[in-house]
């Protein structure tokens, strides 16, 4: 069974960045494709970002150019680093290890002046 602890999020102003955090345990976390999503108040959850082992990355257009998703193999965490910030970019953010069923319990991020 994977855990996934999500940490970073916080209040940010339009225009501000914020580096989001995970550490997972329970798998061997080198084979794994990870993922970040994020889930916006009335809406689905969306896949912003992945990242395979061997360290290819896909991302959502709607961030494409200000998010970047990276890990360290190392210390079994992935990261999302978050520029640039728009106020439509609030959402409570999760990573996910992409074959596992298991969610983390998320981190809120809030974008507003």
């Known amino acids: 069974q994977v855990q996934l602890v999500e940490s970073g999020g916080g209040l940010v102003q339009p225009g501000g960045s914020l580096r989001l955090s995970c550490a997972v345990s329970g798998i061997n976390f080198n084979i794994y494709t990870m993922a970040w999503y994020r889930q916006a108040p009335g809406k689905q959850r969306e896949v912003v970002a992945s990242?395979?082992?061997?360290?290819?990355?896909n991302s959502a257009n709607s961030v494409k150019g200000r998010f970047t998703i990276s890990r360290d193999n190392a210390k079994n965490t992935v990261s999302l680093q978050m520029n640039s910030l728009k106020p439509e970019d609030t959402a409570v953010y999760y990573c996910?290890?992409?074959?596992?069923?298991?969610w983390g319990q998320g981190t809120q991020v809030t974008v507003s002046s």
């Open positions: 996910k290890a992409l074959v596992f069923p298991e």
């Open positions: 990242i395979t082992s061997s360290g290819s990355t």
